[in-house]
């Protein structure tokens, strides 16, 4: 991997911590569907059963999450390639945002400050969906503003030759 792209924070971040994470966010969604659907309760002491449309939806956002994990790790280890980190990262900053906006039914429920904000009371899910995300969605504007990244005597960024 190039020099260009520091080990530390964004490729420790973001080929090894992110993707673990998205595996572990897969694991709970296929094998433990009733425990994540209880999280993501208001009330997450409540008994949840599931349903074969919710098990279906659950099984398909757990390979969504595989696919997000091997995308994100497979791509980026592949390239030194500035410019293809940054379309990838722009485009899960994107869905950073999606997934923000996927937790409004609980803000209308429970007040927007309280489900966006009031991190002390934050329960496993409500840390993985909104303060997890919100480390990520720091983590690539960091990167795609160019911040820790090197730069030549021209302050523009340096280029790999794969770009």
């Known amino acids: ?14 080929l090894i911590v992110e993707p673990i994470s998205a595996l572990v966010g897969a694991y709970y969604a296929a094998g433990r569907p009733e425990e ?16 074969t449309p919710t ?17 994100e790790h497979i791509v980026l280890s592949s390239t030194n390639s500035l410019k293809t980190w940054r379309r990838l990262l722009f485009c899960l900053l994107l ?10 039914p609980l803000a209308l429920e429970k007040g927007v400050g309280e489900v ?10 409500e840390w993985g969906s909104i303060g ?18 090197k730069t030549d005597t021209r302050g523009e960024e340096k280029r790999d030759k794969d770009e």
């Not at 991997?1 to 973001?14: A, D, R, V």
């Not at 209880?38 to 059963?49: D, H």
């Not at 279906?56 to 995308?71: D, R, V």
Request: hydrophobic fraction near 55%; glycine fraction near 4%; charge should be positive.
């Open 132 to 149: 997890f995300v919100y480390m990520g969605a720091l983590m690539r504007i960091s990167f795609l503003v160019g911040l820790g990244l």
């Open 116 to 125: 966006y904000f009031r991190c002390w009371d934050w329960n496993a899910m």
């Open 36 to 51: 994540y659907l209880s999280l993501l309760s208001s009330s997450p002491t409540q008994l949840v059963t599931t349903s």
């Open 95 to 104: 869905a950073d945002f999606g997934h923000l906006a996927t937790m409004w």
């Open 55 to 71: 098990l279906i939806s659950l099984y398909q956002l757990s390979n969504l999450y595989l696919l997000f994990a091997l995308n």
């Open 1 to 14: 991997m190039s020099k260009t792209i520091p080990w530390f924070p964004y490729q420790l971040f973001f």
